[in-house]
Each structure stands twice: as C-alpha cells, then as structure tokens.
C-alpha cells in the first residue's frame, strides 16, 4: 500500500463547477496535510494546509480532513480554466520529518 | 525575494561523468530536502536535511549523496550518474518543528543522462 494515495485522473470537469480531490494516507500518526498545485513543467505551489480535523475554507478551495478515516480532500468551487493543472496530496509523517507526496490527481476544466 | 534557487536548470550529460546541482535558500529555513519527480510516480524524496551537518536518507538514495555545510546550500551529487537518473530533480525547504511546515520549492532541474 502506498503511503499517499491519490487517484491519477484525469479529472475532467466544466468550468463553474465544483471539482472534487480525494487523497487517503497510512501513516495514523500523521500531522499536517498540504494540497500543492502544480502546472506542467512548472514547481509545486501551495494551496492549503490543514491538520485539524474538519472543512478550511480559503475561497474558492476547501480542505477537508478525517483522521479517523484517514482522508484527505480537496474541493474548488466554481472552476476555472486556469485551475487545470495537477494537485499533489502531502502528508507530513508522524516523526515530523519527512513529507510524503501522492502521485498527483490531473484536472481539466473545460471552458 | 524569498526563494529557493536550483542550478543548473536543464542538464544532459553521459553516464558516469559527475555532476552536482546546487540548491539555495534565502529564508534561513533549517530543513532541506531533494526530490525527484518522474511521470506516475509523483514527487520521491531522496535525502532531506534537518540542519546543518544533519542529513538522512530519503526513499530512493541510491545514486546520489548530499552534504550540508551551511545552513542556506544542499548540493545534490551524482558521483556516476546512470539514465535511469534522467528526472526532473526539486529542492525545497521549510522551517523544521513548525506548524504547518510546508515546502518552498525550487524552479526544478531537469536532467538527461545519456
């Protein structure tokens, strides 16, 4: 099992609508969970970070996080062509050191 | 400007000639980390660095080595780069023992090993 699990997409959604990411990660210990965008051939960039358990709001985008079912989203409402890129799920481990990146979920948000 | 800066940014180079990608950091940050990002495969860490002449192994090491002799470089080295080398390489920091810790990244360093 992988440590961070995202599902690879494409995730194809018209614009204005709401776009769901979904990540699930093995570490229980975990303590902070990071969404980074990340255009193509371009660096990652952060998002949003939670480490509580519940919804972050920050405007269009909310964080959701369920520890107990180990559980991570990601939702951006009232998409836009320009949030066509690829969003990394990050965890970072019970020891505080590392952190661990899915895959990645690739979005198109079709105009 | 708060940044992280990799060099160089594209490489190509041949099998077994030694090569370094330097890393610097301008946000006095105490941790340092490399990864490497290839197609489905997402970002793997390959060493990190908790401090200064802290350094530990990240989850695919093989290959490379770094070093940590001031607080702002992480040199990456690949003392006999093989192809299967051939990858695009991030450097990133963050402050360690911080909510939430999240990373700056490097503008990323793309290298074929021919």
């Known amino acids: 099992q992988k440590e961070v699990e995202q599902n690879s997409g494409p995730l194809s959604v018209p614009e204005g609508a709401i776009a769901s990411l979904n990540c699930t990660y093995s570490?229980?210990?975990?303590?902070?969970f990071f969404w980074y965008r990340q255009y193509s051939g371009k660096s990652p960039e952060l998002i949003m970070f939670?480490?509580?358990?519940g919804d972050k709001e920050d405007g269009r985008f909310t964080a959701q996080l369920n520890k107990a079912s180990q559980y991570v989203s990601l939702l951006i409402r009232d998409s836009q062509p320009s949030d066509s890129a690829t969003y990394l799920c990050?965890?970072?481990?019970?020891?505080?050191?590392?952190?661990?990146f899915g895959a990645g979920t690739r979005l198109f948000v079709k105009a | 400007e708060a940044q992280v800066t990799q060099n160089p940014r594209y490489l190509i180079t041949v099998t077994g000639k030694k090569l370094t990608v330097t890393c610097s950091q301008n946000m006095n940050h105490e941790y340092m980390s490399w990864y490497r990002q290839d197609p489905g495969l997402g970002l793997r860490q390959i060493y990190y660095?908790?401090?200064?002449?802290?350094?530990d192994k990240g989850d695919v090491p093989e290959g490379y080595k770094v070093s940590r002799k001031e607080k702002r470089n992480f040199p990456l080295i690949l003392e006999s780069p093989s192809p299967n080398q051939t990858s695009l390489y991030f450097c990133?920091?963050?402050?360690?023992?911080?909510?939430?810790?999240?990373?700056?990244f490097g503008e990323g360093s793309r290298l074929t090993v021919l």
């Open positions: 939670i480490y509580s358990n």
């Open positions: 990133a920091s963050s402050f360690h023992g911080q909510y939430p810790g999240e990373l700056f």
């Open positions: 990050a965890v970072k481990g019970s020891g505080g050191f590392k952190t661990i």
């Open positions: 660095s908790m401090n200064v002449e802290v350094t």
């Open positions: 570490d229980r210990g975990s303590q902070s």
